[in-house]
């Protein structure tokens, strides 16, 4: 067989070791593996190159991805489906291994209803996607997170600041619970449940009139008013090819209106890229090696439109239909199970 490999979406740590451990066992069945530039737009471009073991041995504890990666939908511009299926067929591809996120995953469904043999595995440091525990790049986002909220109680400490920490999370608040948690964050706003700017100030007044000379708040890079309205910062903002808009910088804002309502002197900091970017952590880099091993067996099963999974302590193969027909978002239970930290 001849089978490519690529990754789409955001770049998340553990990508390549996903690449690595489904290059090895791609060539212990004794396969051709082929890598895919950029996604879906080295699809639509033919822009491959032959992996091989002597090229991916090292890259285990790499950031990033070795075959980079790109926010291109095929099915967005008319005759790029057909371009695509057509490349498919020229470069003898005879079964594709996507990794990404939803968006990547939904692409690579539609190609397996297109007759594209596909397998995919789960990567996003959001960990939104559904009937598997982790996502690639989750556990390494929440570990530096941490990092950076332990580090930022003792400015905050030191000079009596009210501290606003921002943590991507587009539709879904792991990162931001996990971390918050993690990190003894005072307060943790997550866009599945609204919040009201009063009464975020009265809380921090209350903790105030208790003899808490700080705060630090952890907020997703989306929040939302309970008052209905878009996220802050929203109408500025482009969207991608897959119709989302770009975030990063409500922290800066919130922070801003926070220090207006409650008077209180206030600091924002953006972790951004930074919490997906560098050296995957232990747990990522074993959980990619499993999922991309997986994937391969999920090939050689011809298992096709599905996705490895992990869920407990072992890795599974899940329909794509069923994944993408829901979202893995905190549940309304566990928020107010941990409000009683909120103090």
Known sequence: MRVGILTGGGDAPGLNAAIRAAVAKGEDYGWEMVGIRRGWAGLLDADTTPLCWEDVEGIVAVGGTLLETSRTNPFKRDGDEALLLGNVEKMRLDALLAIGGDDTLTVAHKLCRSGVPCVGVPKTMDNDVALTDNTIGFD???TISTEAIDRLHSTARSHRRLMVVEVMGRDAGWVAIQSGLAGGAHLILIPEIPYSIEDVAQFLHQRKARGETYSLIVVSEAIYPQEGGQLLGYERREVDAFGHVRLGGVGHIFAE?????????????VLGHLVRSGPPTPFDRIMATRMGVKAMEMIHQKGWDSMAALQGTEMVAVPLTDVLAQSK????ELYNSIKLLFR
Do not use: M, Q
């Not at 978002?329 to 309304?332: A, E, L, Q």
């Open 140 to 142: 390494t986002a929440v």
């Open 257 to 269: 209106l926070l220090e207006r309502k409650s008077g209180l002197e206030t600091r924002s900091t």
């Open 329 to 332: 978002t905190v549940p309304v």
